[in-house]
């Protein structure tokens, strides 16, 4: 990977880690599509060791707000499924990965809006650390489902929630891709080659933070969940 590349792949990781500092989660929605196409080799690791990294900022000052409940459920779900995800990174494309995980995002989305009012119930949260189990290890895009299922929560607890969700779901795929030999050196050196962009986004993430109230979260959350399913779709087409 040559410096521009790397500063490339950086910025976005960078703009990633601001967004999700905002919203809860988009670091990997945001700076995935650039890996993909600048270095498809560094998918998934590159991107799940800054999304270990971040959680503990966020975690620092919000601990005290975790919807304690369901992220226990959406975690015990997310390791069963774990597997699932590494299987899928092993046996299949990266675009049609990115393809299913992107139409998935698009039709809980949809539900969400106009037919189902998702709330964090035990059934819920189950399926969204389910799924996320396996989109987040194959991918490394997992916060969306659960994201959706949190949105009529407090902002702080969507967010807090959320970094432990990443902070331990993360911790899982890359253990799980490890003993899979689905992790090589040139990933792991990336990966923590871009954590400092990771820390810049969220401390520029701070004064934004302070001017969004519930309401505009949830749009945010939802908006930013469509972003998502389109982004992934998008990568399956560039694969």
Partial sequence: MTPLVLVALGLSVLAGALVQSV??????VVAAPLVVLLAPDLMPVALLLP???LPVLQLSHG???LARGPLALALVARAVLT???VAVAAWFSPRAIAALVGALILVTVALSVRAVDLRPTRANTLVAGAVSGVSGTAAAIGGPFLALVLQHERPERVRSTLAAFFLVGSG????GLALGGEVHRDQVLAGLALIPF????YALAVPVRRRVDPERFRRLVLGFCVVAGLVVIARAVLA
């Fill in 198 to 201: 990771a820390l810049v986004g």
């Fill in 172 to 175: 899982m795929a890359v253990a």
């Fill in 83 to 85: 597997p699932a995800g």
């Fill in 63 to 65: 601990v005290r707000d």
């Fill in 23 to 28: 919203v809860g989660f988009g670091m990997s």
């Fill in 51 to 53: 999304s270990i990294t």
